[in-house]
């Protein structure tokens, strides 16, 4: 659904922009969308590691060295971006 969302962004700013009455307190600020692009950007990894892993092809071995993958990633993130 975020990927969506932010392929979409025009669409949802001109539907919000339409029905600004209604959505007023509900409309995405440029502050959100860069929040948005960079949940996208940390989850990325974790959809790879995901399809990785899947399937009778997933061994242990794959299992480690995901996970090794994943933990490096996150604290990195820790270190370079703003927490949640």
Request: negative net charge; contains cysteine.
């Given at each position: 659904m975020l990927l969506i969302a932010i392929a979409l962004r025009a669409a949802i700013e001109k539907y919000?922009?339409?029905?600004?009455?209604?959505?007023?307190?509900?409309?995405?600020?440029?502050?959100?969308?860069?929040?948005?692009?960079?949940?996208?950007?940390?989850?990325?990894?974790?959809?790879?590691a995901t399809l990785y892993t899947e399937g009778d092809s997933a061994a242990i071995d794959r299992v480690l060295f995901t996970m090794d993958i994943l933990i490096?990633?996150?604290?990195?993130?820790?270190?370079?971006?703003?927490?949640?």
């Open positions: 919000c922009q339409n029905h600004e009455s209604d959505l007023e307190e509900d409309e995405l600020t440029p502050e959100d969308w860069r929040w948005l692009h960079t949940i996208k950007e940390f989850l990325e990894p974790f959809n790879w490096k990633h996150f604290q990195i993130s820790l270190v370079s971006r703003t927490p949640f």
